[in-house]
């Protein structure tokens, strides 16, 4: 027995007593979340991670127990027993699960007290982000907080249970691992016993259950940290967490539909939402020519419409030289919006010069049938007319337009369609759209680096009908690589994998990097690949996003339990933090700084 | 359609097909695992990570197909297609489950090729450990590295769908963090926002997950990666995995019931063993004064028998002195053993010295009923006949003695049971043999550091009776601390949690922390401390080692999938490894070699 809880034993948690309870004798643990006085009578809420149920002391029954209760505070623990008794009709609480019932306390022990908390433990807390931070373990008492990683607990155990039952075996990959290249800047990790050497923190487990794969595991997967040195935008966390999967012997469409089963069943299991199979796949170039995104939304139309036809031969420059250049000519066509301000469209001009277009072109149809536009005097009434029956407009609406070279075209266009979507409410927050984006350029130019670089990463395969390419046109060769897309964000991505010496020689190549470099950097994998590599291939999702979009939140530091700031700052334990010079010895550094 | 499966879809796994496929027609994808030429047939062990299954080239059903059969080596990877036939009863293998039939091959492609492995893929492999390490997905390659990482990927299974149904939450907690202090040497990552800071990386989530107590989390697990910079014995790993287990509202048994309850279904699920419960509580004091260890081997008997009140009074300095200080006298009756020449004895004698004990006492009863002792002189007949009568000497019977401080003499005859009971073959090795050591001491005193350290870790509670004991003797104060023993082994150990700041404060100053050092470390911790703490307990069990105990594994790194080296040197990828100046200097360190 106990002393510490003086024999008390919780027979029920707090949220889930119900009518059919009452006359039972039961005994609860939990926080005081709230207490109110009337007189001879004191309700508390007691809260624990299943809700809150009222319990009351009452003068008459037991002065003693009383007087004890009025020592209660916000935040104490405490545990009761009593009760559980039907509330009268008119004291009911339609707002909680236990609201028709209250508990009659008959023994109360307090086993740990509070101060007075900096905030108050509460859903529409109005604390501030570093302070919820800084007492995290209060912010994460708010009812939101407890739903949202206890979400993110079930779904980690439909993805574990679907995999396991798919095949996929769970192996763990190392976290002190050497450098991954191609990609963000490493954390490091200084050797004491081997001086001047250091450990990287994986940025993901690639090398390694690509590995796996060689070893003959045939179907691996992990929910595991991955670390990333970057500047930190809004959303991002230095450590984040990565549902990663690999498998052999396939080809893109047995990943496509093992995975696109996987998220369904994530849907069914946490949302209740039946989300339709197969899901669509979408070719990256479609992607980028109808929505300018290559993480398309499809909850809304409004698509991206192309007018090259009809302004090829414009008087207009800027749209000769697109097409004459490759590029295109891209209008949407925001409905019923002629009546929009002139400060309105200048500022979706904004936005589709901030992604790079060199300006937006304006067509309004009046509702009284009236043409205005700031192409006037550039467009013949043919070229006029093939622009409405291009965008099906009609009185009252508002065609946009930008021309130039493709994908930034495109890609501002996009934006200009998200804006646009979000300003006239066209999105419905309810509705969730799946789908592939597929067939992704193989490698981009980098002008930073006058160079290829890796669109997915350098061991991503090309398509086999465009293998010829990759020596005259490289730009041109598409991969075998995929992303899955929800709601115009990217939930995960991967690709079928390079799996021959040669071509994974060869893509090193391309990328620029000298045969001592990719020696130096890879030679243990290419080593590898002398002794029997099956075709494989894998993705990666985001698991914190996908939280994220699932529970609904705002930020992602909101489905983490100790995320990290901005500026990688933990306020809670004040990591990181100053060390002992003896400590940087054993390590064979000092500071530079 | 995949040209590189050249649309080609595996239908079966190699080591499932049987009888009852007889006339099936098949597709499989493996490795070569060996090629026997008889004449006009080709037959070749094909691979997968199911098993192995024979499939039968024959030149005169194909010539054409015959032929590129002969070009197949080992460890190449191919797909084939053909037929199940059972197989002549005189080439039945009974050594394979798949043993009864075979695979008449109609189709053939050579999905990747390989160069002679530096080691043949095989159980019986005699390649070095580091050449098996640097070529290490050939190693796992190999079936009983196979089985170890799936059986591991099972019991993780497990554990997690026993945990989940108990209502733990699977939490992630950080593991770039703040130093965790009283432990072992941290792993530092230095911070490139925050010049001339670090994170460590946890060597458990301690205070992380007491944190999620007080954050109201209820249960919570983690199946978590941890670190430790120690120089490594031979099976400890710089990074390891650990089941990390904690719970509110709970008293000792609760975690107990729980956890014996979760390793019981380990054992039936993965072993199909039955482990009776409640399993043995056995108090630290109990299981040193019998079994010299505080992790007793319970397979066997031959337990230390308490000779002071035999000896107290005899004219041996050594025994006198050990009683009248409050130590212990320990016997140990090796069966059968008077026949041991005298090197044998000496040996014995060795070991209890190596662990701290004067010197190793021995009684020979010979089968001719004659007494003979390195004591004859020293003994009156009566405390010979005490010694034989609380030893139950029978002629034949060797009795070993040792005596001086408690601890040491324990310990050091508890060693000289273990080797006996090697020697003399008295271990089942299929036996399982688990229970729960308890009543630990909260502290013990360190000569190095001249003062008391936590024996479990500082944040244990006492238990409630011993409190007062504190101030006035803290080494004799037991601790709410219990480990759980497996044949010898700790397989996982914990204590209910202190969960008062008084307490907490009080528990660092009989450390010796000054206020200022327990608030620079645990400052953040204390303040938690102030806002309603819920009584609570947890366990962490060395998954790795688990594993290894469950697969009959003898060292750690069989059932790791990439383990480092007693150097912490990963062999396959070269980690830890040079880093450029560039990256040193953005982190705002250099070497200090």
């Avoid at 277009?357 to 013949?380: M, N, Q």
């Avoid at 391309?510 to 002398?530: H, N, P, T, V, W």
């Amino acid at each position: 027995m106990s002393e510490l809880l003086s024999g008390m034993k919780r027979t029920d948690m707090c949220g889930e007593l119900d009518l059919k309870d009452s006359g039972r004798e039961v005994t609860l643990m939990g926080w005081v979340n709230r207490r109110r006085d009337l007189g001879s009578l004191i309700f508390i809420d007691l809260r624990d991670r299943t809700g809150i149920v009222q319990i009351v002391f009452n003068e008459e029954w037991d002065s003693n127990l009383f007087s004890r209760a009025g020592e209660l505070r916000n935040e104490f623990v405490i545990a009761v027993s009593g009760t559980v008794v039907e509330r009268a009709p008119e004291a009911v609480n339609d707002k909680i699960p236990t609201g028709k019932i209250e508990v009659k306390v008959k023994e109360l022990k307090i086993l740990s007290r509070s101060e007075t908390p900096p905030f108050l433990v509460d859903d529409s807390t109005k604390a501030a982000d570093n302070v919820r931070l800084k007492y995290r373990y209060l912010d994460l008492r708010r009812p939101v907080m407890q739903k949202n990683i206890i979400t993110r607990h079930r779904i980690a155990k439909v993805v574990r249970d679907f995999l396991y039952d798919n095949g996929f075996l769970e192996i763990e990959t190392p976290m002190l691992t050497k450098s991954t290249p191609e990609g963000a800047r490493d954390y490091l990790v200084p050797s004491r016993v081997q001086p001047g050497k250091f450990y990287a923190l994986p940025q993901s487990p690639q090398l390694f259950k690509q590995l796996l794969m060689i070893s003959g595991f045939d179907r691996y997967y992990q929910i595991v940290r991955c670390f990333r040195d970057e500047d930190l935008r809004a959303d991002r966390q230095p450590e984040f967490t990565q549902i990663d999967i690999e498998m052999s012997f396939v080809d893109m469409d047995d990943v496509l539909n093992i995975n696109e089963k996987l998220i369904a069943t994530v849907f069914k299991e946490i949302m209740g939402i039946e989300i339709k199979l197969p899901l669509k796949r979408m070719s990256y170039y479609e992607a980028m020519s109808r929505y300018g995104s290559d993480k398309p939304d499809l909850r809304f139309g409004m698509e991206l419409l192309e007018l090259s036809d009809v302004l090829k031969n414009s008087s207009f420059n800027a749209f000769k030289e697109a097409v004459a250049n490759g590029g295109c000519i891209k209008a949407i066509n925001a409905k019923g919006c002629s009546v929009f301000a002139r400060k309105e469209i200048d500022s979706l001009s904004e936005v589709a010069k901030t992604y790079g277009a060199k300006g937006l072109l304006w067509v309004t149809y009046t509702h009284d049938g009236e043409i205005k536009s700031s192409l006037t005097k550039y467009l013949t009434n043919e070229e006029l007319d093939g622009i409405l029956k291009v965008t099906s407009a009609k009185p009252g609406d508002l065609i946009l337009i930008a021309a130039g070279e493709f994908e930034k075209t495109c890609d501002a266009m996009g934006h200009v369609r998200l804006e646009l979507g979000n300003k006239l409410n066209m999105i419905d927050k309810d509705k969730y759209e799946l789908l592939w984006v597929v067939d992704f350029p193989l490698l981009e130019w980098s002008e930073e680096e006058d160079r290829y670089v890796a669109k997915h990463h350098p061991f991503t395969s090309p398509r086999d009908e465009d293998i010829p390419l990759l020596d005259s046109e490289p730009g041109k060769v598409r991969a075998k690589a995929y992303d899955m897309v929800l709601n115009g964000t990217e939930l995960g991505g991967g690709s079928i994998r390079i799996h021959t010496r040669e071509m994974q020689k060869k893509m090193f190549n391309i990328l620029g990097f000298s045969d001592e470099d990719a020696q130096s950097r890879f030679g243990f994998f290419l080593e590898a690949f002398k002794y029997g590599v099956p075709p494989h291939g894998g993705i990666a999702y985001g698991f914190d996003r996908m939280v994220m979009l699932l529970t609904g939140s705002e930020s992602i530091k909101d489905v983490i339990a100790f995320p990290k700031t901005q500026n990688a700052s933990c306020l809670l334990s004040g990591a990181p933090s100053e060390v002992d010079t003896k400590q940087l010895e054993e390590l064979h550094i000092k500071l530079d700084l």
